[in-house]
């Protein structure tokens, strides 16, 4: 902390070279995130592909099909289950069901790690069973 040669009130300036933040202001500036933002399962996942270049599209157009209107958060761990084995009796095989249901909680890790998740959600993924 620099002291300015004035008066004992510490100065936001720094020695060359570190990096200061005046949080206070930043956070007045922020989004605040202690209220969940309310998003449909399409919009989640379009916000994951638009970063996350990874072919998960392709994956996930039949998840966004079956579950894109309603809100991400609400997506219960028995439909996922259910959808899975629709899957499997539709001739999808067991790795691409768990391939999918992987993506499908990357989608939530991500969104958990930019804070627009509830408070204390869960992923509906985290309770899946891998199918064999």
């Given amino acids: 902390m ?13 020695p060359r070279g570190q990096k200061r933040i005046n949080l206070r202001e930043a956070l007045a500036f922020a989004p605040d995130l202690t209220k969940p933002l309310d998003m449909t399962f399409g919009e989640l996942s379009a916000a994951y592909i638009a970063v996350h270049l990874n072919g998960a599209e392709m994956q996930l157009r039949k998840w966004i099909d079956l579950l894109g209107e309603r809100s991400a958060w609400e997506i219960a761990p028995n439909e996922l289950a259910r959808a899975g084995v629709a899957m499997i009796d539709n001739g999808y095989s067991p790795s691409t069901v768990n391939r999918n249901l992987s993506q499908i909680g990357s989608i939530y ?10 408070p204390g959600f869960i992923s509906p993924t985290i309770s899946q069973y891998r199918y064999e």
């Fill in 2 to 14: 620099i002291l300015n040669s004035n008066s004992n009130v510490p100065s936001l300036s720094a």
């Fill in 109 to 118: 890790r991500w969104a958990k790690r930019r804070m627009l998740t509830p």
